[in-house]
């Protein structure tokens, strides 16, 4: 499958107890990983040939190669 190295995001968590949830690539997606940060915590994840996507919950800054994103409230 492609090259994924250059796909890496950094979250940083602006509040205690945002979760970061992996999802699987492939027929059916599931849920592969989870994490839990507190405020100022940050993360960084990298798309790969198992994670398709990345779901946030809570509020946190995600910074990509395209821009900062933020979380609403």
């Known amino acids: 499958m492609g ?3 250059s796909n ?3 979250i ?3 509040e205690d107890g945002v979760t970061i949830i992996g999802l699987t690539r492939g027929k059916d997606t599931k849920f592969h990983h989870t994490e839990k940060l507190d405020k ?3 993360y960084i994840a990298q798309f790969t040939e198992n994670t398709s996507a990345i779901k ?3 509020k946190a800054k995600i ?3 395209h821009g900062v994103l933020q979380t609403n409230d």
Do not use: K
Request: glycine letters at 12%; zero cysteines.
């Open 3 to 5: 090259d994924f190295n």
């Open 40 to 42: 100022g915590e940050a």
């Open 12 to 14: 940083v968590a602006e």
């Open 8 to 10: 890496y995001i950094s």
């Open 56 to 58: 946030i919950r809570g």
């Open 63 to 65: 910074y990509t190669d």
